[in-house]
């Protein structure tokens, strides 16, 4: 009984899975709801890094996490006065 309800449960998965078209990343098991977000996901299996950070080698596939990583650069914050050109 155990095993059939284990067996009827995969198949009803399997179904939704057909039904819903959720896509599976090959690389890592990852689900996503459609095939944009599987594409988009692929990038992150390639070697190929188009947005490169021009203060050290590493480079991105994503601007956003250039964007992130380039204010680890930054050592601080910084403010400039209104009143003189003092930098803090």
């Given at each position: 009984?155990?095993e059939e309800d284990?067996?009827?449960?995969?198949?009803?998965?399997n179904d939704?899975?057909?039904?819903h078209?959720i896509?599976?990343c090959k690389e890592?098991?990852?689900?996503f709801p459609d095939l944009?977000?599987?594409?988009?996901h692929m990038?992150?299996?390639?070697e190929?890094?188009?947005y490169?950070c021009?203060?050290?080698?590493k480079?991105?596939?994503?601007k956003?996490n250039?964007?992130?990583?380039?204010?680890s650069?930054?050592?601080?914050k910084?403010?400039?006065?209104?009143n003189?050109?003092?930098?803090?």
């Open positions: 009984m155990v284990f067996q009827q449960k995969l198949e009803s998965e939704l899975r057909e039904i078209a896509q599976e890592c098991d990852q689900v944009q977000s599987l594409e988009k990038l992150s299996h390639t190929e890094r188009e490169k021009d203060q050290c080698p480079a991105f596939n994503w956003s250039l964007i992130r990583h380039q204010m650069h930054d050592s601080g910084h403010y400039e006065c209104e003189c050109a003092k930098v803090q």
